[in-house]
């Protein structure tokens, strides 16, 4: 095992997310720390080749695991972040009195790495005399620019005003940082022996003083503990990182000598999913709806909001029951008994899938779930997917790589046209059931609850109307997750508006239900906490079956955690 743990000294992370430069990066990529330890074999001449070599190791191994505060969010442990003007370092004014020696440097460490011949060997020797002739050349420069000349002409004068921060140009900068509750993170290759490359690996830590932007301070050191990971490499996780791979060396090398630390450059490396370790513990609680889900992803069409995703949802349901016929529906499909009757068991749920909980969420539907209960059987699961292979054929478009083209029908709306196909993998972190369905002891909706009964006006003033329609709406959310399995929550708090990036306010969803005649439920959003981590996914109240009532497990606010045990 190989562990290296990386302490924050200011207590601060200030690294620009590769593809928003708006916001931090968190939790930390391993392609970055690896890029890093490059930089820190570079660092002397000439190069150690124990080092390098086992930087040569290390890129061949698998992506490491990582021990990292993962309670950092959007609204916690984040500094806001403001735009700021900075003088421009505007190498026009006196050249670029470096760029000779780096050609220079960067033409010997070609040849070294290439020529082997007599006439190679005779290259590089050269190459080693022009490095010292710009090195010489470099110092005299520096030595001229220590003393102010004793007649400066004009062209000397307003080259030096043009040197002042005032007189420069101001460009545009972001500084996105995270300070999280934990100032320190490790990176763990768990299943790797670095045997003779240890000594190596930990001069090259030692040498590390930062990660990410200059003012982002790390000590670096490799530990010999136990070190319980909260991330790790999963096909079907939540966070894409970025990490290496075989040849990563070389390929930092060459975009060096393109970019020489001054051009603009993004750094090679290679995605990967990782999730949060899986510790399934069958005492855990468990709600009805199973975690094993059938997803279609919204691959073209309209973009709908959250908003309208019950009316995909029944619109979905509708295409799939007419492509099958009405006889013998199954009733884990239908959601009736054979009497014609309500099931009184759990159902198939068709659930839109909403972005929300990230900081440029816009609660759009990603896609769509098939959420069917856990005590669904074989046959009954096998007559599902017979179902759904007939939607498919009848419906499918072989030109679009199997979409299905779905549209509401005239009363619930404007029309709405959709691509869908299903995926085994989603690529979208919104249409991963483990995102949904992890354990967690927080649960905020990312769309509003329909409730079971009526709580009164949640909205008057009047003798405290609406502190008593609050107290019975929330014992109304506590019933709903006693009803599909979970334990009495321990604590409900009610709200009109969203609670989570990207998640819509209750006015801008249609009544429910939408069939025209029947009572209105009440709408509300709504943070619950249960007294244990619970297992989603958790789906809440009356339109629980087409995607209203879904909550979206969350960290604890920071904090809460040593206030429980203390």
């Known amino acids: 095992m190989l562990t290296i743990e990386v302490e924050l000294l200011t207590g601060r992370y200030a690294a620009t997310q590769h593809n928003d430069r708006s916001r931090a990066e968190w939790p930390p990529h391993p392609a970055r720390f690896f890029s890093a330890l490059v930089a820190a074999l570079h660092d002397r001449e000439p190069l150690d080749g124990r080092e390098r070599d086992a930087l040569l190791w290390l890129e061949k191994q698998p992506p490491p695991q990582l021990d990292v505060d993962l309670e950092v969010s959007e609204t916690v442990g984040r500094r806001t972040v403001h735009p700021v003007f900075v003088p421009v370092n505007d190498v026009t004014l ?72 005032d007189r420069r140009n101001r460009q545009e900068r972001t500084f996105p940082v995270v300070v999280p509750g934990r100032a320190s993170f490790a990176f763990v290759w768990a299943y790797s022996d670095p045997a003779e490359h240890t000594e190596a690996l930990r001069r090259l830590s030692d040498r590390v003083t930062r990660l990410g932007h200059s003012s982002s301070l790390v000590r670096c050191v490799l530990v010999e503990r136990a070190v319980a990971p909260t991330l790790v490499p999963d096909s079907t996780g939540e966070h894409v990182l970025r990490v290496v791979g075989p040849g990563q060396v070389a390929r930092l090398q060459g975009a060096y000598a393109r970019h020489r630390a001054v051009e603009p450059r993004v750094l090679p490396a290679t995605p990967q999913r990782y999730g949060e370790p899986r510790r399934d513990d069958p005492r855990r609680p468990r709600s009805v709806f199973t975690d094993d889900w059938i997803v279609f992803e919204r691959i073209g069409g309209m973009r709908p909001l959250a908003s309208r995703g019950a009316d995909l949802a029944i619109a979905l349901r509708r295409a799939v029951i007419e492509a099958h016929g009405r006889g013998d529906l199954p009733a884990i499909l239908s959601g009736h008994a054979a009497n014609g009757g309500k099931a009184q ?215 809460a955690a040593e206030r429980r045990t203390s």
């Not at 009495?488 to 990207?502: A, F, K, Y």
């Open 345 to 559: 068991e759990s159902h198939l749920g068709f659930v839109p899938l909403p972005w929300v909980g990230h900081g440029q969420a816009d609660g759009s539907v990603q896609g769509i779930a098939l959420i069917a209960p856990r005590r669904i059987g074989p046959d009954e699961r096998t007559a599902l997917m017979r179902v759904l292979a007939e939607w498919e054929r009848v419906r499918g478009d072989r030109s679009a790589d199997y979409a299905m083209e779905l549209g509401t029908t005239p009363d619930l709306g404007k029309p709405l046209r959709i691509l869908l196909r299903r995926v085994e993998v989603p690529t979208k972190a919104s249409l991963n059931a483990t995102r949904w369905c992890r354990a967690s002891r927080r649960f905020i909706t990312a769309t509003p609850i329909a409730l079971d009964r009526h709580p009164g006006n949640l909205r008057s003033n009047v003798d405290r109307t609406a502190h008593r329609a609050a107290v019975e709406a929330a014992s109304s959310i506590k019933d709903a997750c006693e009803r599909i399995g979970l334990p009495r929550p321990e604590n409900v708090s009610i709200s009109l508006g969203p609670l989570l990036p990207g998640a819509q306010h209750i006015r801008q969803f249609a009544p429910w239900p939408p069939q025209p005649g029947r009572a209105r439920r009440a709408r509300v959003h709504a943070e619950i906490v249960f007294h244990e981590a619970v297992c989603g996914p958790v789906l809440l109240g009356a339109g629980r079956y087409f995607g209203l009532g879904l909550c979206l497990p969350v960290g604890e606010p920071r904090g």
């Open 94 to 165: 006196v050249g670029d009195p470096e760029a000779e020696l780096r050609d220079a440097r960067a033409t010997r460490a070609r040849l070294a790495e290439s020529e082997r011949t007599d006439e190679g060997k005779a290259k590089l020797r050269k190459a080693r005399k022009a490095v010292e002739k710009s090195q010489r050349k470099l110092s005299e420069f520096l030595e001229s620019q220590q003393a102010a000349p004793t007649s400066p002409s004009k062209e000397d004068l307003k080259r030096g005003t043009g040197l002042l921060p």
